[in-house]
């Protein structure tokens, strides 16, 4: 199997079904940290899912949206995890500022909502969500990019 191009769909009924969802991923993630774009419409649900995934880690404080603030972390086990939401950013350029050199250290899980906006300055992710919208429910698709997300998705594949 390559470790690139491995695709898994769900069809999820309601929120209760995203954040399991979200939990079982979370429950893949190694000590060696997992970097994850989410892409979708405005209220697809990224930042729940994300917020789940936090939970699920043993985040314990409030999981804020990133959405003015364009990142939020916290600590977890094995190392930090980062909540960015590059909605607002016009140019990669501008998250020179952030100090972003730690989205890449060993440990780190990195949710990225709305990282085309950041392209070029973000590393590279292991898996691409894709959330929308499917009735009163959503539809999920996860694409792997790299080995790790390969070896992820291949723990998670629907039945």
């Known amino acids: 199997m390559s470790d690139a191009g491995m ?5 999820l009924a309601d929120e209760t079904a995203t954040r399991a969802l979200a939990g079982q991923l979370a429950d893949l993630i190694s000590p060696e940290g997992l970097q994850l774009e989410l892409h ?3 209220g697809a649900g990224k930042s729940s899912f994300s917020r789940a995934l936090l939970q699920r ?29 590059l909605y607002r950013i016009a140019d990669p350029g501008e ?7 730690a989205l890449a250290d060993p440990g780190a899980i990195v949710l990225v909502e709305w990282p085309q906006q ?10 691409r969500v894709e959330l929308d919208y499917a009735g009163e429910g959503r539809s999920v698709t996860m694409t792997a990019l790299g080995p790790r997300g390969t070896a992820v998705l291949n723990a998670l594949r629907p039945a």
């Open 7 to 11: 695709t898994a769909q769900w069809t």
């Open 40 to 42: 979708g419409p405005l």
């Open 57 to 85: 880690l043993g985040v314990r404080e409030r999981i804020k949206s990133p959405t003015y603030s364009l990142v939020e972390s916290y600590p977890w086990m094995h190392g930090t995890a980062w909540h960015l939401d």
């Open 95 to 101: 998250l020179e500022w952030l100090g972003l050199e």
């Open 118 to 127: 950041g392209r070029g300055m973000l590393p590279a992710a292991d898996i």
